[in-house]
Each structure stands twice: as structure tokens, then as C-alpha cells.
């Protein structure tokens, strides 16, 4: 089975930067994307980052809120995931998540069907 694990979250004041990691394991098809997400208390899940194998650096997502302030990247031979969350504002406080599906060629494209395995989460609290 496909398991993921995100850690680095934390309390932080506005301004300052975090970085979380997304520990994976147990891919057993060739390609896939990996997409970071957060929930907010009281809303909705967000997409925040997404990236996949097969585009690699070269195909990366963002939402609009993050875009300029948060990079995703990505050690696809070790599993590892990351995303560099600098200038922090209040409204990024959530839970923050890592997820995953296969991305059957489509790159970074994927992403837009969602996640089909999802770790837990990571809180993430920026103060003002």
C-alpha cells in the first residue's frame, strides 16, 4: 500500500518561512504525482503545490494564494517531497497535507483528478 507522512509543521510568525517534508512509500506504478494540500478550519480543502515523475522540475502547479511564496520540490529516487513555505501570512494556517495518485503519463496534468491516497496531515500555525 501507498503510505505518506507529512512533518515540519509548526507555529511561526508571519513573515518567517517553513519547510515540509512527505515522506512516501510503496509505489508500485512507474509514474505518479505528488500534490500538497491544506484545510483550513471551517473550510474546505485546498490544492496548494502539485508536481509529478514524469515532468519532474520541469512541471510544477501552485494555487494562486501560494504562487511566489511557496516551491515544491521533489527527490523522486528517494520518495521525499518538500515544500518550501516562505512569507508566511495568518490565512496559511491549516492543516497541511501530502497526496498522491498515479499520473498514467499525464505529468503534472494528473493532479486536476486528485489525490487517490492521501497521508495525514501536519499543522501549520502562523501568528500575526
Known amino acids: 500500500d501507498v503510505q505518506l507522512q507529512a512533518s515540519g509543521g509548526g507555529l511561526v510568525q508571519a513573515g518567517k518561512s517553513l519547510r515540509l517534508s512527505c515522506a512516501a512509500s510503496g509505489f508500485t506504478f512507474n509514474a505518479y504525482a505528488i500534490g500538497w494540500f491544506r484545510q483550513a478550519p471551517g473550510k474546505e480543502r485546498e490544492g496548494v503545490s502539485c508536481?509529478?515523475?514524469?515532468?519532474?522540475?520541469?512541471?510544477?502547479w501552485y494555487g494562486d494564494s501560494v504562487k511566489g511564496r511557496f516551491t515544491i520540490s521533489s527527490d523522486f529516487t528517494k520518495n521525499m517531497f518538500y515544500l518550501e513555505m516562505n512569507s508566511l501570512k495568518p490565512e496559511d494556517t491549516a492543516v497541511y497535507y501530502c497526496?498522491?495518485?498515479?499520473?498514467?503519463?499525464?505529468?503534472?496534468?494528473?493532479?486536476?483528478?486528485?489525490?487517490?491516497?492521501w497521508g495525514k496531515g501536519t499543522l501549520v500555525t502562523v501568528s500575526s
Open positions: 508536481t509529478s515523475s514524469t515532468d519532474g522540475d520541469g512541471g510544477t
Open positions: 497526496g498522491s495518485r498515479p499520473d498514467y503519463g499525464l505529468g503534472v496534468s494528473s493532479c486536476y483528478y486528485g489525490m487517490n491516497y
